[in-house]
């Protein structure tokens, strides 16, 4: 890396913690210092020296409109004009809420927090609440956001750093938080017969991104459905990733599977800080001001994040054939890295769903989180590598998402087509 950036990386530890302000942007799992970035634009991101990168990390998920649009950042500056924030309600905010009721069936009302985080916690909280029960269960290798009862087995950074649980967290805490396999029917089955009659809520990834790419079997939702529906338990979606990277609305819309609760952030901040939860009024008329289950929030409902993601929000809707044509170049792109690796006798499985991936570099399959850490990280990270001296930016982690967005062309992916035969030659 340029002595700029090397630079940067130095006062940044002197003043910030670990000179990062989210724990995998420190690159401590691909090893070297983590490029610091300048500007970005469309499909490209940029570092302090001006070389261009070919972007599939997308800020972790939210620019699937590419960075810069337009029409967003326009957005952005005319709201700015009128004020940062008021803490009082806005028309925008109603308009967002709308937006989101529209475009997920099971969404009847919501409420905007500031960060996916806080979407999670607050669902965690407003199930016990309206459940009156303690007990909730999740997925190992699923994220939720760092909340304390969300940091057991949990993916993302823990999953990259290896660590099972956090120093912190009390052992009365996680004790309520059931950790289950994903994908694993039976042990669904067995902690229901056990916790039922405990369990507020739980909570799933509806497509993992967290533990790298993993989808649900066939019928897992749909039982887990139906088991959480007979036995009183709240279900949430957590949509963070998923909410509007596939279709306009929920990859529950695709699955056509209605969750109790859904936590949004992400895309529909369209790169601002935004959280939402939402579902049924019954359940959602127990926050408070109506009801008890408090929650609450400074800057919820920001008027530049609501413009920018209602801006967004509209955009997609506008432009729901691009949903068809971004899957197409994923699968495309896929389907040839996998051609290239096996030219060159390595052997990687290649998760997709839709227009999100991950490379495991094993044999598969990963269907879960034991699954996916038989991948081999030291080829993965001298891979990482590989692709970054050839302009292609992809997540400094084994267990992340890729991303492709509206602003990726085919000649994007032809670059990094041949990135990937350069980045092989000398791994
Ligand atoms: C990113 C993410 C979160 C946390 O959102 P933040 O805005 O980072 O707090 C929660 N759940 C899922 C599935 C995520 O991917």
Not at 11 to 27: M, T, Y
Not at 41 to 62: A, Q, T
Not at 166 to 174: Q, V
Not at 371 to 399: C, E, I, N, Y
Request: aromatic share 8%; charged share 20%; net charge positive.
């Amino acid at each position: 890396m340029s002595k700029k950036n090397d630079r940067a990386f130095a006062n940044a530890k002197k003043f910030i913690s670990g000179g990062v302000n989210s724990p995998v942007r420190a690159w401590h799992a691909v090893s070297g210092s983590p490029i610091f970035v300048q500007k970005a634009k469309g499909s490209k991101i940029y570092d302090l020296s001006g070389k261009e990168y070919i972007d599939y990390v997308l800020s972790w998920g939210p620019m699937i409109l590419g960075h810069a649009h337009p029409k967003i950042i326009s957005a952005i500056r005319q709201s700015a004009t009128s004020g940062t924030s008021f803490g009082a309600p806005t028309e925008a905010e109603t308009e967002m809420a709308q937006l989101i009721c529209e475009a997920i069936p099971s969404i009847e009302q919501v409420r905007m927090t500031s960060s996916g985080t806080e979407a999670a916690m607050t669902a965690i909280r407003l199930a016990r609440g309206f459940t009156g029960k303690k007990i909730i269960a999740k997925f190992s290798g699923c994220y939720h956001g760092h909340a304390d009862s969300m940091l057991i087995k949990a993916g993302s950074g823990v999953t990259t750093l290896g660590i099972p649980g956090s120093p912190g967290i009390p052992e009365e805490t996680a004790q309520l938080t059931l950790s289950l396999p994903y994908n694993d029917l039976e042990s669904l089955q067995k902690a229901i017969e056990i916790h039922g009659a405990q369990l507020a809520a739980i909570i799933v990834e509806p497509v993992a991104g967290n533990m790298g790419v993993v989808p649900p079997r066939d019928g897992f939702l749909k039982t887990l459905r139906e088991l959480t529906a007979k036995e009183n338990i709240i279900l949430i979606f957590d949509e963070v990733i998923t909410g509007f990277r596939f279709t306009f609305g929920g990859v529950q819309n695709l699955l056509k599977i209605k969750p109790d609760l859904t936590c949004l952030g992400k895309i529909i901040g369209a790169g601002l800080p935004v959280g939402a939860i939402g579902g049924r009024k019954e359940i959602m008329r127990h926050l408070a001001p109506l009801g008890d289950v408090y929650q609450a929030g400074t800057l919820s409902g920001n008027p530049l994040a609501m413009n920018a993601g209602l801006t967004a929000l509209k955009l997609l809707k506008e432009k729901k054939a691009d949903f068809k044509a971004v899957d197409e170049k994923t699968e495309y792109l896929c389907s040839e890295i996998q051609n290239i690796f096996k030219e060159k006798g390595f052997c990687v499985c290649i998760n997709r769903y839709h227009s999100m991936f991950t490379i495991f570099f094993q044999e598969g399959p990963v269907f879960d989180l034991a699954t996916a850490q038989k991948s081999d990280t030291k080829m993965f990270a001298r891979f990482f590598h590989g692709m970054l001296k050839q302009g292609v930016w992809l997540a400094p982690s084994q267990f992340e998402a890729l991303f492709v967005s509206f602003a990726h062309t085919n000649k994007d992916i032809s670059c990094t087509l041949d990135a990937c035969k350069l980045a092989l030659k000398n791994i």
